[in-house]
């Protein structure tokens, strides 16, 4: 990577039911400022900056009065579409990623294939429950929001697990790692990483 070149995006997008402003550097130190309605989401998010080393905004306002569903789907969508827009057309890029990742008694993988084609799959069997605020089957609704968003294959297993909490953090965690690995600059790649010539 050029040492000029910055990747950076930001990202907003208001609508009836949320308002998201997200800032994204990817070559960061893990810092962050998270701002939502519902504390566990802001949580889980300061997770993704923390361990994947990128650098994050997020102000997000939403209809929590009805239910989280709104804010965590919008908001998992306009940071997978900042992630999209400040990847660029990729050149260099590791585009593969994965990580297993344990937390005390819980173990998640996660991986992430950069391809420009959003496919997602979750194998994370969690009882209907709430963390807080938040209810556990917006884990599976945020994770597809941010495949949808950044138009990447993203698959999460849980291996093994109790804690609610700990379920979702660590696959909260492991999707850090796996960003991290797939979005870092291979020195040694020319190109795209595609025999097509192009990941859209």
Same mark, same amino acid.
């Given at each position: 990577m050029c040492p000029s070149m910055t990747r950076s995006a930001h990202e907003q997008r208001a609508t009836k039911e949320t308002n998201v402003a997200i800032e994204l550097e990817l070559d960061g130190t893990g810092r962050s400022r998270i701002e939502t309605p519902v504390p566990f989401l802001s949580h889980m998010v300061e997770q993704l900056a923390k361990h994947g080393l990128f650098d994050l905004d997020v102000r997000v306002t939403g209809d929590i009065e009805i239910d989280g569903h709104h804010t965590t789907e919008d908001l998992a969508f306009v940071l997978g579409r900042a992630?999209? #827009?400040?990847?660029?057309?990729?050149?260099?890029?590791a585009r593969y990623g994965w990580a297993t990742l344990p937390m005390d008694e819980a173990r998640a993988t996660c991986t992430v294939d950069l391809s420009g084609r959003p496919f997602?799959?979750?194998?994370?069997?969690?009882?209907?429950?709430?963390?807080?605020?938040?209810? #556990?089957?917006?884990?599976?609704?945020?994770?597809?929001?941010?495949?949808?968003?950044?138009?990447?294959?993203?698959?999460?297993v849980l291996h093994?697990?109790?804690?609610?909490?700990?379920i979702t953090e660590i696959c909260f965690k492991a999707l850090a790692k796996a960003l991290r690995a797939a979005c870092a600059i291979d020195p040694r790649a020319v190109g795209v990483p595609s025999t097509k010539g192009s990941l859209e």
């Open positions: 992630f999209a #827009t400040a990847l660029g057309d990729k050149h260099g890029i997602f799959v979750w194998e994370v069997p969690m009882p209907k429950a709430k963390i807080g605020t938040w209810d #556990t089957e917006l884990a599976e609704v945020f994770f597809e929001g941010f495949a949808r968003g950044a138009a990447c294959n993203l698959h999460v093994a697990g109790t804690n609610l909490h700990h």
